[in-house]
């Protein structure tokens, strides 16, 4: 996701940019100086690599390619009678990550110093697994999907430029649950065997997992009519997606989508396949860039500015030299409250507490009317 995101983002006249003997440089050009600027704050990056996608996916797949072949045939249409805009548009929609493009990234990355893995399936996955183990701090990714397989922390927006002026996000899982009202921890009728992991799946995971399916995911389709309030209604009435699709089967309300298998997309989620955090492919460590390896591939090779990789390859060094990780709040400062949004809280905190007297206040009343009343005799 992140080299697809620099190949939207890196660009020069609205065109990805391009080395002198044609060949597209944007992925490497981003994943150069985006990850120069984390390590410069202390944060030790770890990347990771989708591997084939499951199964299940292949619906998803396919419907990514037709939108590209359709993107494709309304920008060489834009090339024609279009305005320039409309050419930038659709030339962003044409975009797509090859091989060539994942193998150059880790190429560079292994000059670099930095680690990477490659993940047997969804990379999201794998990044959950190694933050649950606490190997890493977070799993970093614009996919929500990120936490529907379990990752305690997702960060997103890390990799954004610094142009763009987009806070990072950073979401709990826990909070995410508690306030959602899914911190319950009983194992669950539909699901109570125990997955790879050693962990019995609990009704607040599988609760979770399927009130994201129900929203849609990339291994099944949303299904028309239902919406974030709605979705999150059913679940809590009817407990997980069985006793939903039972409910949608006699009411008719709404209508399934004629392949929806709902059972395997939350097995895939519950059960995904992943490497173990103990796993020799997950251990993992920064090392000293080759800074004449960089020179070789990025300048001789690519076309790079020779100075301007030298000196990312010294703040390599630096950064190398210091075993300590330092905290996310020095990659990116906490946004402070406007005066008009602390005025707000101010006014919402005030109306909840008066709200609360007020409730307090006719409760003894009604105590006080209640006790006040003659007793009936027999």
Known sequence: MSIYSFLIAVRSDGQ???????????????????????????????????GAP???????????????????????????????EEVEKFSRRTV????????????????????????PTEAEAQCAVLARAGKVYAAASEDMDTLTFNAPILLRHL?????????????????????????REQVCEHYNSVSRYGETATLTVVQFIDLCILLGCDYVDPIKGIGPSNALKLIREYTTL???????????????????????????????????????????????????????????????????????????????????????DGFFKPIERTKEEQEKLKRKNEEKSAAKKKAKKEKEKEKKVARAKPRGTA
């Open 159 to 183: 990799t954004y430029s610094e142009q763009r002026k987009e806070p990072i996000q950073e979401i709990h899982l826990d909070k995410v649950l508690a306030g959602l009202g899914m911190e």
């Open 242 to 328: 069985e006793g939903v699709v039972s409910y949608f089967q006699k009411s008719g309300k709404y209508t399934l989508p004629e392949d929806w298998p709902y059972q395997d997309a939350r097995l895939l989620f519950l059960e995904p396949e992943v490497r173990s955090a103990d796993d020799p492919q997950c251990d993992f460590k920064w090392d000293v860039p080759d800074e004449e390896g960089l020179v070789k591939f990025l300048v001789e090779e690519k076309g790079f500015n020779e100075d301007r990789v030298r000196a990312g390859a010294a703040r390599l060094k630096k950064s190398s030299k210091s075993s300590q990780q330092s905290r996310l």
């Open 96 to 119: 797509r990550v090859t091989r060539e493009h994942n193998e150059e990234c880790q190429r560079l990355l292994r000059l670099m110093g930095v680690p990477y893995i490659i993940a």
């Open 16 to 50: 990805q940019l391009m080395s002198d003997t044609g060949e597209t440089t944007s992925h490497l050009m981003g994943m150069f100086y985006r990850t120069l600027r984390m390590v410069d704050n202390g944060i030790k990056p770890l990347f990771v690599f989708d």
């Open 54 to 84: 499951p199964k299940l996916k292949s619906g998803e797949l396919a419907k990514r390619f037709q939108r590209k072949a359709e993107a494709h045939e309304k920008h060489e249409e834009a090339m024609e009678t279009g305005t320039a």
